[in-house]
């Protein structure tokens, strides 16, 4: 039993006879070598970095393939966004022979290789060639990531109580990492050196006949890793569009197993959700959930979205996005999760002005609220969470259209995420469009046109009646006291009239204006370039 396990772990076989009968089985399938003839592939489409890793491992003595769905695009003829490499090389091998090489992750070991700093930069994904290995001879813990953390420290291949892999790095031939890949279509090779794909699971002819099969009995590798499900529905909604379907024992157990992701670390739904709605595909997607029976269940805030897909100002902000991603242009978490809570935020923003509390404060206040009922945990991911308050608290500033107001908001760093949420406001009649087209044209306007224009607001303001103010004592949001009554420290830093963060209990003096004459510094119009 012990010889057997190892001769597993490092893809042996006992005898000619124990050969044979693992060649009938076919869990590994068999290997086919298909010509540039027959896949038709456009080598132009290969990007010339993931042809370089390929190329330094090879003339390292490693072999090194494309693979994935980036293989998967390239036969239907799309030019893919990322590309991914397979080696027999390991991890530590791999990054030696890259200057700029990381090794990530515990459950996969891969290595990321970087080329191009800042927004220009580009991630190659490296993995090394992983063995088939039996989940029931796998060592089990009875916890997850989190409370098993020091179990899992030294183990290669672990899973849980319900089956789930929870670490997968033994390393085993090509044939093997092939039938571990999740969908035949995923588990292609393509040599870009000598243009043959290498393919074992008639992965081209279900690309041909536009199917989305699962490698195996499907219950059950959707068991070892319940992400598959979000991925199966990932791959159907941006193949849909080319006529692919699942073939239907793929898809039976996807609404029956959608439990199984309630283990899954809540980081990682959230990350598989942005793949979701953020790969260009976002309407597609809710639509493949909607028509799966996954609408609810995998996600709290993947709920909302589903849900509200439908109201006006997040469809027109889920079209926009999908947009930007076929543009080639970058989109940006924050941006569309502020457009997903826009409606709750909205809402308690109204209710609270009703009540004659000052515009920011209550601003503030709704938006706690929101991250309350709805974000949860995520309220704490650092910069997710600030800008998405600095969109949201730039609003009410763009109705100031006098003195220095224009200027300051001009020169803040999420300025443009900012104006595209007002234009998305805009669209669907929320405020006056007149607005949204005064801060396009202020933005991109010389010095003396942007003096000129707030010299027009200025006189424009002086003509309207002013309405007197009443002050009303602020009410503090119940979710934001503690069981006593008491006021716990708030998660992220207090802002005042200006939107800016302000120390607790001090007064904002008034700015006077730099400049009245105009000359206030130019500002760079903004690039659509730039992202959200």
Same mark, same amino acid.
């Given at each position: 039993?012990?010889?057997?396990?190892?001769?597993?772990?490092?893809?042996?076989?006992?005898?000619?006879?124990?050969?044979?009968?693992?060649?009938?089985?076919?869990?590994?399938?068999?290997?086919?070598?298909?010509?540039?003839?027959?896949?038709?592939?456009?080598?132009?489409?290969?990007?010339?970095?993931?042809?370089?890793?390929?190329?330094?491992?090879?003339?390292?003595?490693?072999?090194?393939?494309?693979?994935?769905?980036?293989?998967?695009?390239?036969?239907?003829?799309?030019?893919?966004?990322?590309?991914?490499?397979?080696?027999?090389?390991?991890?530590?091998?791999?990054?030696?022979?890259?200057?700029?090489?990381?090794?990530?992750?515990?459950?996969?070991?891969?290595?990321?290789?970087?080329?191009?700093?800042?927004?220009?930069?580009?991630?190659?994904?490296?993995?090394?060639?992983?063995?088939?290995?039996?989940?029931?001879?796998?060592?089990?813990?009875?916890?997850?990531?989190?409370?098993?953390?020091?179990?899992?420290?030294?183990?290669?291949?672990?899973?849980?109580?319900?089956?789930?892999?929870?670490?997968?790095?033994?390393?085993?031939?090509?044939?093997?990492?092939?039938?571990?890949?999740?969908?035949?279509?995923?588990?292609?090779?393509?040599?870009?050196?000598?243009?043959?794909?290498? /393919?074992?699971?008639?992965?081209?002819?279900?690309?041909?006949?536009?199917?989305?099969?699962?490698?195996?009995?499907?219950?059950?590798?959707?068991?070892?890793?319940?992400?598959?499900?979000?991925?199966?529905?990932?791959?159907?909604?941006?193949?849909?569009?080319?006529?692919?379907?699942?073939?239907?024992?793929?898809?039976?157990?996807?609404?029956?197993?959608?439990?199984?992701?309630?283990?899954?670390?809540?980081?990682?739904?959230?990350?598989?959700?942005?793949?979701?709605?953020?790969?260009?595909?976002?309407?597609?997607?809710?639509?493949?959930?909607?028509?799966?029976?996954?609408?609810?269940?995998?996600?709290?805030?993947?709920?909302?979205?589903?849900?509200?897909?439908?109201?006006?100002?997040?469809?027109?902000?889920?079209?926009?996005?999908?947009?930007?991603?076929?543009?080639?242009?970058?989109?940006?978490?924050?941006?569309?999760?502020?457009?997903?809570?826009?409606?709750?935020?909205?809402?308690?923003?109204?209710?609270?002005?009703?009540?004659?509390?000052?515009?920011?404060?209550?601003?503030?206040?709704?938006?706690?609220?929101?991250?309350?009922?709805?974000?949860?945990?995520?309220?704490?991911?650092?910069?997710?969470?600030?800008?998405?308050?600095?969109?949201?608290?730039?609003?009410?500033?763009?109705?100031?259209?006098?003195?220095?107001?224009?200027?300051?908001?001009?020169?803040?760093?999420?300025?443009?995420?900012?104006? /595209?949420?007002?234009?998305?406001?805009?669209?669907?009649?929320?405020?006056?469009?007149?607005?949204?087209?005064?801060?396009?044209?202020?933005?991109?306007?010389?010095?003396?046109?942007?003096?000129?224009?707030?010299?027009?607001?200025?006189?424009?303001?002086?003509?309207?009646?002013?309405?007197?103010?009443?002050?009303?004592?602020?009410?503090?949001?119940?979710?934001?006291?503690?069981?006593?009554?008491?006021?716990?420290?708030?998660?992220?830093?207090?802002?005042?009239?200006?939107?800016?963060?302000?120390?607790?209990?001090?007064?904002?003096?008034?700015?006077?204006?730099?400049?009245?004459?105009?000359?206030?510094?130019?500002?760079?119009?903004?690039?659509?370039?730039?992202?959200?």
């Amino acid at each position: 039993m012990i010889k057997k396990f190892i001769d597993k772990l490092f893809g042996k076989t006992s005898s000619p006879a124990a050969g044979a009968v693992r060649s009938k089985k076919s869990v590994f399938g068999e290997r086919r070598e298909v010509g540039p003839q027959d896949h038709a592939i456009d080598p132009k489409l290969v990007d010339d970095r993931a042809m370089d890793v390929v190329r330094t491992l090879q003339q390292a003595g490693y072999e090194a393939y494309i693979v994935g769905g980036a293989v998967r695009d390239l036969l239907v003829g799309l030019r893919p966004k990322d590309f991914d490499v397979a080696t027999d090389a390991t991890p530590e091998q791999v990054k030696s022979l890259f200057r700029r090489a990381f090794i990530i992750g515990r459950r996969f070991r891969i290595v990321h290789v970087i080329y191009g700093r800042g927004r220009e930069h580009e991630v190659i994904e490296v993995s090394t060639f992983r063995a088939h290995l039996d989940s029931s001879l796998a060592e089990q813990v009875g916890g997850n990531e989190r409370t098993s953390k020091s179990e899992l420290a030294g183990m290669k291949h672990a899973v849980d109580a319900s089956g789930r892999v929870l670490r997968d790095n033994v390393w085993g031939p090509m044939e093997e990492d092939a039938a571990r890949r999740d969908f035949t279509i995923n588990a292609m090779y393509y040599d870009p050196q000598t243009q043959i794909v290498v /393919d074992y699971h008639n992965g081209i002819r279900d690309a041909k006949k536009k199917i989305i099969r699962m490698i195996g009995d499907p219950a059950t590798r959707y068991r070892e890793d319940p992400v598959r499900i979000i991925r199966a529905v990932r791959f159907s909604a941006k193949l849909s569009a080319l006529g692919f379907k699942f073939e239907d024992k793929t898809a039976a157990p996807l609404k029956s197993m959608k439990g199984l992701l309630a283990d899954v670390p809540q980081s990682r739904l959230f990350d598989e959700m942005l793949k979701l709605l953020q790969t260009g595909h976002s309407l597609a997607s809710i639509a493949q959930l909607k028509f799966l029976g996954l609408n609810t269940g995998i996600y709290p805030l993947l709920d909302v979205v589903v849900d509200t897909a439908e109201e006006p100002f997040l469809q027109l902000a889920l079209m926009d996005t999908d947009r930007r991603v076929g543009e080639g242009k970058p989109v940006a978490p924050s941006f569309l999760l502020s457009c997903v809570l826009w409606a709750d935020v909205r809402q308690g923003w109204e209710q609270r002005l009703k009540r004659g509390e000052h515009t920011m404060p209550a601003l503030q206040d709704a938006i706690d609220d929101a991250f309350n009922a709805k974000i949860g945990d995520v309220s704490g991911r650092g910069k997710l969470g600030t800008d998405m308050r600095e969109i949201w608290t730039m609003q009410p500033r763009f109705e100031k259209r006098t003195g220095s107001s224009p200027y300051s908001l001009l020169d803040q760093p999420r300025f443009r995420a900012g104006f /595209d949420f007002l234009r998305l406001r805009a669209q669907t009649g929320e405020i006056e469009m007149e607005l949204a087209e005064w801060w396009e044209k202020f933005s991109t306007a010389y010095d003396d046109e942007r003096h000129e224009m707030i010299e027009q607001a200025r006189v424009a303001q002086s003509q309207k009646p002013q309405v007197p103010r009443t002050r009303v004592k602020r009410v503090e949001p119940e979710a934001r006291r503690g069981a006593d009554g008491s006021q716990p420290a708030a998660p992220f830093p207090e802002f005042g009239e200006s939107g800016e963060a302000v120390p607790a209990k001090k007064r904002r003096r008034r700015r006077k204006p730099a400049n009245r004459d105009g000359g206030a510094p130019s500002a760079s119009p903004p690039s659509d370039t730039a992202g959200h």
